[in-house]
């Protein structure tokens, strides 16, 4: 089992900047690709990163590429979003997750079978 909590979500203008952090306990954290993904008010969970184990692979959704960077500490068991020129529509609940077999899809979630409780990231115009 591994336990997952993010942190560093909250209310900012367009064009910011914000870091979410994932801090994991339970099982060895760097055995599990980690996620990120979000979620606005009425509509469907997007991908919006995700890096291997090692940290080696990073991978990005189409919206956010070029403005966010995932990293990972295994020593600290934390994984990072670091999130610039954030626009309105990035507003959302984000959640991460983490799985072994997301390694082989790591934009598909239904291969993560741990989640934390998300964290509201909210960007307003």
Same mark, same amino acid.
């Given at each position: 089992?591994?336990?997952?909590?993010?942190?560093?979500? *909250?209310? !900012?203008?367009?064009? *910011? #900047?914000?870091?979410?952090?994932? %801090? $994991?306990?339970? +099982?060895?954290?760097? /055995?599990? &690709?980690?996620? @990120?993904?979000?979620? &606005?008010?009425?509509?469907?969970?997007?991908?919006?990163? $995700?890096?291997?184990?090692?940290?080696? =692979?990073?991978?990005?959704?189409?919206?956010?590429?070029? +403005?966010?960077?995932? #990293? +990972?500490? /295994? $020593?600290? /068991?934390?994984?990072? !979003?670091?999130? /610039?020129?954030?626009?309105?529509?990035?507003? %959302?609940?984000?959640?991460?997750?983490?799985?072994? %077999? &997301? %390694?082989?899809?790591?934009? =598909?979630? #239904?291969?993560?079978?741990? @989640?934390?409780?998300?964290?509201?990231?909210?960007? #307003?115009?």
């Amino acid at each position: 089992q591994v336990q997952l909590v993010e942190s560093g979500g *909250g209310l !900012l203008q367009a064009g *910011g #900047s914000l870091r979410l952090s994932c %801090a $994991a306990s339970g +099982r060895t954290f760097s /055995n599990y &690709a980690t996620g @990120w993904f979000r979620q &606005a008010p009425g509509k469907e969970r997007e991908f919006v990163s $995700a890096i291997s184990k090692s940290g080696a =692979n990073t991978y990005y959704g189409d919206s956010v590429k070029g +403005r966010f960077t995932i #990293s +990972r500490d /295994n $020593a600290k /068991n934390t994984v990072y !979003l670091q999130m /610039n020129s954030l626009k309105p529509e990035d507003t %959302a609940v984000y959640y991460c997750a983490a799985g072994s %077999a &997301a %390694a082989f899809g790591p934009r =598909n979630p #239904s291969l993560y079978p741990y @989640w934390g409780q998300g964290t509201q990231v909210t960007v #307003s115009s």
